[in-house]
Structures are given as structure tokens and as C-alpha cells.
């Protein structure tokens, strides 16, 4: 792994301020989310079954969508305090109401994958 990235910050370092920018922006999450490499001709671990793979990552999904959210609503109404004073107490609860239609908007994209 070391000697890929190494490779692909060789390959792409630029001179100036965007030295290393494809390895930042693109290189990584390609990297860390590709394909996962079969192992069809020996079985190194029991398989997983598929209901079981498609819940752990709706969940996973839904637990990253939460934090960002509350990480996002709670550092823009801190910044409203600490800026402008204002302490309303509906903004912050409103992240539930975020949460609630991105969790229906991946319900919806989980099952349109299931069912293609």
C-alpha cells in the first residue's frame, strides 16, 4: 500500500500549491473504496450473507450520515452563538428532521441497488 501511494505522489506532484492534489482528491478514496479482490478458488472465511452485507452498510451509511449531519448543525449553531447571540434551541433539533429524509432518501437508493 505504501508503495502505491508513493507511486501515485511521484507520478502526480506538481510544483506550486496544488502539490499532491490528485492523490488528496482522487487517489484515496479510490484506493479505499475499490473493489474488494475475490478469493474464488480457495474459501479463506465462511460467506457473508447478502441481507446480512446490505443491513451493516445501510446502518454504517446511516450512522455516517447522523454524525456529519449533527457535525454540521452543531458547528453552525455554535457559530451563531458565539457570532450573533442568537440561542433559539430550534435549529440544532431541526438535525432530526435531516437525518429522518436522508435516511428515507438512502432507504430509497438501498432498495433501487437490491432491486437492479
Avoid: D
Avoid at 93 to 113: C, K
Amino acid at each position: 500500500m505504501t508503495v502505491i501511494l508513493r507511486a501515485m505522489s511521484s507520478s502526480c506532484a506538481a510544483s506550486g500549491p496544488m502539490n499532491g492534489l490528485p492523490l488528496n482528491s482522487i487517489g484515496m478514496p479510490v484506493l479505499l473504496t475499490g473493489p474488494v479482490p475475490r478469493f474464488e478458488h480457495q474459501r479463506v472465511m465462511p460467506a457473508v450473507l447478502r441481507w446480512r452485507l446490505v443491513v451493516t452498510r445501510f446502518f454504517g451509511g446511516v450512522a455516517i450520515m447522523t454524525f456529519n449531519a449533527v457535525y454540521l448543525m452543531a458547528g453552525v449553531w455554535i457559530v451563531m452563538v458565539v457570532k450573533f447571540g442568537i440561542w433559539k434551541t430550534g435549529f440544532p433539533i431541526s438535525t432530526i428532521s435531516i437525518v429522518i429524509a436522508l435516511v428515507f432518501l438512502y432507504v430509497v437508493v438501498t432498495a433501487l441497488s437490491v432491486m437492479s
